[in-house]
Each structure stands twice: as C-alpha cells, then as structure tokens.
C-alpha cells in the first residue's frame, strides 16, 4: 500500500526557514516522480517543486525559485522540502505527491496519483 507522511510543518517568522518531511512505505521512492505541492486558503492547489523520475532533474515553481530546495534521500525513502527566506503569502498546507512515470506538467496537481495527508506551514509575524 502506497503511503506518503509529511512532517516538519509549523509557525515561523517572515524570513525563516522551515524543512519539510515526507517518508514514502509501500514503494521505492527512487523510482517514481516526486513533489510538493501547496494550498493556501481559498486557493488551488498549485505545484511547488519535483523531481523527475527518468533523471533527477528539478523543476520548480518561479515563485519559490533559490528559496525552497526539493532533495531525495533514497536510502531512507523520504524526501525532504527545505524553505529558506519565508514569506507570509507561503503560508498554505502543503502536501507531498508521487507518481510514475513523470507527468507532462508536473507542477498540475492534477497529475499525480498518491498523496500524504499535509502539512500546516503558517509564515507570520
């Protein structure tokens, strides 16, 4: 059975910075595309960054470009968001998602299969 758990969510300062978790069990991470996605209130769900299934390649979204970092740890099975330089309007529930193989659009939410169950990150003063 394929699951997906985020962790690492939390409150902090305009500035800060936050590192998101997301352990995957019933499948090898390494061999399907994975993603972070976000909603904030009264939004779409909207893509944040991926990882490419065939060759590692990231993309990301331009509004998180040389903040958020998107990295896989296979050994461990998880992969990680790391935030840096946080802003109010990144304040949304985010959400880890896999797939395989790479979807054409891979920030379309509506592309993607398997889904953890979010995390709350609020970015206020």
């Known amino acids: 059975q394929v699951q997906l758990v985020e962790s690492g969510g939390g409150l902090v300062q305009p500035g800060g910075s936050l590192r998101l978790s997301c352990a995957a069990s019933?499948?090898?991470?390494?061999?399907?595309?994975i993603g972070w996605f976000r909603q904030a209130p009264g939004k779409e769900r909207e893509g944040v960054s991926y990882?490419?299934?065939?060759?590692?390649?990231?993309y990301s979204a331009d509004s998180v470009k040389g903040r958020f970092s998107i990295a896989r740890d296979s050994a461990k099975n998880t992969v990680y968001l790391q935030m840096n330089s946080l802003k109010p309007e990144d304040t949304a529930v985010y959400y880890c998602?896999?797939?395989?193989?790479?979807?054409?659009?891979?920030?379309?939410?509506?592309?993607?299969?398997?889904w953890g169950q979010g995390a709350q990150v609020t970015v206020s003063s």
């Open positions: 990882i490419n299934s065939y060759d590692g390649r990231i």
């Open positions: 019933g499948f090898t991470l390494a061999y399907y595309a």
């Open positions: 998602a896999a797939t395989v193989p790479t979807p054409p659009n891979g920030l379309d939410p509506d592309e993607w299969d398997y």
